[in-house]
């Protein structure tokens, strides 16, 4: 299962590189799995500050957290 999401969401990531209005819904969807985990909460809410004006910036930023969110499902 772990192995499927992390495929999943690297084909999201390369859709939104090449569709920019994507990653506001990708930002938002991210959001809700992270309320769950209070702790990486307070680390997104900085992330998209920048996020929000380095756009090269916000696609590392979804891999890193991605790959946190694979570590805790496992």
């Known amino acids: 299962m772990d192995a499927t999401v992390g495929v999943n969401n690297q084909k ?11 990653q506001q819904q990708q ?10 985990q209070p702790t990486q909460q307070q680390e997104q ?3 998209q500050q920048q ?10 930023q979804q891999q890193q957290q ?3 969110q ?5």
């Open 27 to 36: 930002q938002q969807q991210q959001q809700q799995q992270q309320q769950k």
């Open 51 to 60: 996020q929000q004006h380095h756009h090269q910036q916000q696609q590392q």
């Open 12 to 22: 999201k990531q390369q859709q939104q590189q090449q569709q920019p209005d994507l």
């Open 66 to 68: 991605q790959q946190q």
């Open 45 to 47: 809410q900085q992330q």
């Open 70 to 74: 694979q570590q805790q499902e496992q």
